[in-house]
Every structure is written in structure tokens, then in C-alpha cells.
């Protein structure tokens, strides 16, 4: 068996059009999503890049607001409580990793929940909880988006999903309780991961271990969610890592599952890159819109419907 690919970028591509219809209904009212960056963590720029391009290609302003490592807690509570108060913005991204000694749950709190388009605030992720999903966590939403695609039934099907993040493992498996699928949550004190993992119809791995998953513990013809992402060396043929002009070591991108063994055994599968990552920025955008009508008081679809 060879697994079918789950294309994240058409598939992006396709929540973006639809998105761009329900841009075009809110009228000429101008959108403004407000990215705050605290600190010099570079890790994130790649992803603050593609929020701004698919902001543009929605005529969505994105305006990117560096604050200094200096800035203290409370100095970014102030400024994310002037962010709720002005209407000319629509949504607020807190860009993680925070400096050392930020309170990443006491801060995402402090935004708005009709303008967290991140869904991390308390309040969005009970909703969740309630089954009544308004701004979810794009990481989340688009790997479960993802799983939707292959028209897999999900009623009744055993899932695992590996890491309990706040940001992925937790809301993932909430989601899937929605659809009444049955779902374990496995993490780093979990017994026999393979004992679990080949009894699911379904994975979910968010971990960032390349290699966690291969391809013996996975169930044939199972769906398999690869959100885990890291850069490792690439490797010549004889094992040994391949070095650039400048004498470093070259890197790729990889997720946790081991993607030749998984696929060759699984029945569908996310590629890394190419998977879930261009879906995570549909999201984005998708939450961008469900902000906006959230705080005009008009009804919002869900982007799982």
C-alpha cells in the first residue's frame, strides 16, 4: 500500500478562496491584524512572513509591532489592553517564544477572545470544550482540516493523538470528540506508544522528534497527521551530513514520522513541508474573518463544515 498525500497547499488554497468570498461580504470596512514580537527570538520570522503575504493577498493590513527584549510583563499587558480597546484592529497574534519569565497563558489571556485569531485565550479554548468552537488554534484547526479532507469517517474511529500541547494535543482531541470519534492522548509518560498507535484509524503527532513515528506503528491504510516540524542535517548516502560552500552542515525540514516507512504502510498521509503548514496560514486568515464578524455581531461559519 502507498499512502495518497494530503496536498496542504491546494488545500490552503482552497480555504483561502473561500475565505476571500467572506472577505468580500464584510464590504469595504478595512481589516488589521496586529503580529506583537517581543524580544530578538528569531525562530519566528518565517512564520510572521507568511502571515504577511497571505494577509496581503486579502487585503487584510498586517502591521508587525517589535517590542524590546527589555519590555516587562506588565508593559505588555498594557500595550495588548490598548490593542482591545482600538476598533481599527481586528485581530492580535502574541508571537511566541516570549522573553524568560513572560507568563504565556496570564498574557493570552489578556487579548481580547473576539480578537484572538491565535484561539488561545481561555475563553476560545472552552468553547472547544463546549463544542461550541468560535476562534480555534490554527495549528489545531488545520490539522483536523487536514484529516476532514480525505472524507474519512470519523464517527466511531479510534485516534491517537501524540503531545498534549495547549497550542495542539488538547485542542486536537477535543475537536475529535466533537465528531465522536474516540481519541488517546499520548504523551511523554504514555506506556507502549506502538501498542496504541496500531490500534488507530487515525494519528495526530505533534512532537518535533524526527523519526518518533515509523511505519510499524502505524495500522495499514491508517490517516496519518504529521504536525511535528524540525530542521535536521541532510545525510549523503553514506550516512554522513552534507555540507554547503561555506563548510555547514545543510538542513531540511522534517516531522516526526519517519514519511518513507509511514507511507508506504498508511492510507493517507501529510507531507512535511507541504502538509500542514500552508493550511496553519489559511487558518490565520480564516480566524481573521470570523474576528471580524464575531465583533460586528454577525454569524460565523466554521472552517470544518
Known amino acids: 500500500m502507498a499512502a495518497r498525500w494530503i496536498d496542504g497547499k491546494a488545500l490552503a488554497a482552497g480555504i483561502l478562496e473561500r475565505v476571500r468570498l467572506q472577505r468580500t461580504a464584510l464590504g469595504a470596512r478595512p481589516l488589521r491584524l496586529v503580529s506583537v514580537y517581543v524580544g530578538d527570538d528569531v525562530s519566528s520570522a518565517v512564520y510572521i512572513r507568511n502571515q504577511k503575504r497571505a494577509c496581503e493577498r486579502m487585503e487584510i493590513r498586517f502591521d508587525l509591532e517589535h517590542l524590546p527584549a527589555t519590555t516587562t ?72 482540516r487536514c484529516l476532514k479532507s480525505t472524507g474519512v469517517p470519523l464517527r466511531g474511529a479510534d485516534v491517537v493523538m501524540i503531545g498534549h500541547s495547549e497550542v495542539v494535543g488538547k485542542p486536537v482531541a477535543f475537536l475529535m470528540l466533537n465528531e465522536f470519534a474516540t481519541c488517546t492522548v499520548c504523551h511523554i509518560a504514555t506506556q507502549d506508544l506502538a501498542r496504541k498507535t496500531r490500534q488507530a484509524d487515525v494519528i495526530f503527532t505533534a512532537v518535533g522528534k524526527p523519526g518518533l513515528l515509523t511505519g510499524d506503528m502505524v495500522k495499514p491504510g491508517a490517516v496519518v497527521i504529521d504536525i511535528g516540524i524540525r530542521q535536521v542535517p541532510q545525510l549523503a548516502r553514506d550516512g554522513t551530513p552534507l555540507r554547503g560552500e561555506d563548510g555547514q552542515p545543510l538542513l531540511r525540514l522534517s516531522g516526526d514520522a519517519d514519511f518513507d516507512s509511514v507511507a508506504a504502510v498508511a492510507g493517507w498521509v501529510t507531507p512535511v513541508p507541504g502538509g500542514v503548514g500552508p493550511v496553519t496560514v489559511a487558518m490565520l486568515i480564516h480566524n481573521t474573518i470570523v474576528a471580524a464578524r464575531l465583533q460586528q455581531g454577525l454569524p460565523i461559519e466554521s472552517a470544518l463544515s
Request: proline residues 10%; glycine residues 8%.
Open 73 to 144: 510583563e506588565e508593559q505588555l499587558v498594557e500595550h495588548l489592553h490598548a490593542l482591545n480597546h482600538d476598533d481599527g484592529v481586528t485581530g492580535i497574534i502574541l508571537q511566541r517564544p516570549l522573553p524568560p519569565g513572560m507568563r504565556q497563558i496570564r498574557l493570552q489571556a489578556k487579548i481580547h477572545p473576539d480578537k484572538d485569531v491565535e484561539g488561545l485565550n481561555p475563553a476560545n479554548i472552552g468553547s472547544i470544550v463546549y463544542g461550541l468552537p468560535k476562534l480555534v488554534p490554527c495549528t489545531a484547526l488545520a490539522a483536523v
